[in-house]
């Protein structure tokens, strides 16, 4: 390796190794959630779960409980779900727009009719309310789990509810807006998919544990297209990864320096990153 590759490959694993850390952090402020649990009575247990996973994943909560919410949920099930770092009951230890401040991330688990009509019409009228919006208004990540708040969710009848059709397209028609106000809007089932989705999505790969390099077996074992792709000098970039098709093998030179970054992506994409024997 002459002196001018040493010092392009220098470079380059400096480059992805700041990267790294850039993104891990981003990701890190992303996992510190504040949750707004409202008094919604269908599908908070499955939403609930949802985020227990995501805790076990490196998410860490601050929660706003309404006073319905300590009737209807019960403080001992959020706290035993969520492991919450702080948890206040109706109002926080400061205005709700500046306890919202604090966090990029934040996550509806329990949505009332109520409460989704208030922000449809852009009502900060409580507190649980004033932390969703402002989170809104500052296109922060909001998952909302609508359960509570859908119409057609089939508990409804259970529980003795028949909406006429104008009333129904009114609860629609809030979902609606909240979806168009930036709100991403979920299943209770589907709580930690979401949140998943909205933390990572923006990031040039998702922060984990890199994947090690596939020991070499012979291409043909892995079913996929079988790719050699250009690098810089020794170095195996995200930005290689990035230009291999879903479910692809690269196959890379006995040696090659596979950065974390690289591996993180691969996974993502389902790519197999193969090195020579």
Known sequence: MTEQERY????TLLADELAERVVRKLVDRQKRALVVVTGAAIGVPAALEGLKKLREEGFTYHVLMTRSAM?????EAVRAALAPEELWVESADCPPELAAARFDTILVPALTVNTAAH???????????????SGLLKGKNVVIAVDGACPDNSKRKELGYHMTPAMRDALHGNLEKLQAYGARLTSAEGMAGAVRQAVYSFLPARAAKPAAPAKAQGPAAH??????????GRVLSVKAVNTAPRGAVILVPKGTIVTALASDEARRLGVTIQIES
């Not at 009737?71 to 403080?75: A, I, K, L, P, Q």
């Not at 079913?223 to 810089?232: D, H, N, S």
Request: glycine letters at 8%.
């Open 119 to 133: 922000l449809a019409n852009c009502m900060s009228d409580s507190p649980a309310a004033a932390m969703i919006l």
């Open 223 to 232: 079913g996929g297209r079988v790719i050699r792709p250009a690098m810089a």
């Open 71 to 75: 009737y209807v949920t019960g403080e």
């Open 8 to 11: 392009d490959l220098a470079l």
